[in-house]
């Protein structure tokens, strides 16, 4: 009888280590976190090559899950650095997008790169909770533009935090509105093809 109650406890660990591969996953409790949650590691970064878009993309996303605005800033090119500095933007959206991306972990498909440019083909794994210790996850499809400035890879285009960002700022400003209340209209990007500025954003240049 104890053999086969120990054979059987072993076979239900099992099983729930496989679930937690797939798209339907299984995690036990994690210092108080919800299995939902995705965060990335240190570890994870150390993993990427030294000096590889991975590895500054990988800092980048840690960044947005930790609301870490110093670390994020200093990860953007200097020109969308720039326009985030002057339009305070980056202050408002890191805490909404924190809220989202602490569930999503992102996985580096495929890396272009053309001089001192690169485009990450991420898959960006969204995990919703079910229940109390298991989620389902969906990957959606993303790309992310970057450039090498001094030996080191920076976020160019910072278009997914925006449109991340975009509803609940929109539904904010409406409430407001309803409610009376004024507010100092922000822009509604700053980012830009690169020759061609944004609001707050001067233009890169092409074959920088």
Not at 184 to 204: E, S
């Amino acid at each position: 009888m104890r053999g086969r109650r120990a054979v059987v406890i072993a076979a239900v660990a099992f099983a729930g280590a496989v679930a937690g591969c797939g798209g339907d996953g299984e995690l036990p409790a994690k210092r108080g976190l919800a299995a939902s949650i995705a965060l990335v590691s240190p570890a994870d970064i150390v993993r990427e090559k030294p000096h590889s878009p991975e590895r500054a993309f990988l800092a980048w996303w840690r960044t947005l899950q930790y609301t870490d605005l110093r670390g994020y800033l200093s990860l953007l090119s200097q020109p969308l650095r720039d326009a985030r500095r002057a339009d305070g933007m980056a202050r408002v959206q890191l805490p909404i997008i924190s809220q989202q991306v602490n569930k999503t972990y992102p996985h580096v498909k495929r890396v272009e790169l053309a001089g001192n440019r690169a485009t990450l083909y991420v898959n960006v794994e969204h995990r919703t909770l079910v229940g109390a210790d298991r989620y389902s996850s969906t990957q959606i499809p993303q790309a992310f533009a970057m450039v090498r400035e001094d030996g080191r890879w920076r976020i160019a285009d910072d278009i997914y935090v925006e449109a991340a960002a975009r509803p609940q700022l929109r539904e904010e400003a409406a409430a407001d509105a309803r409610a009376g209340v004024r507010t100092t209209p922000r822009p509604t990007t700053t980012t830009a093809a690169p020759d061609q500025p944004a609001a707050g954003l001067p233009a890169t240049g092409a074959g920088r």
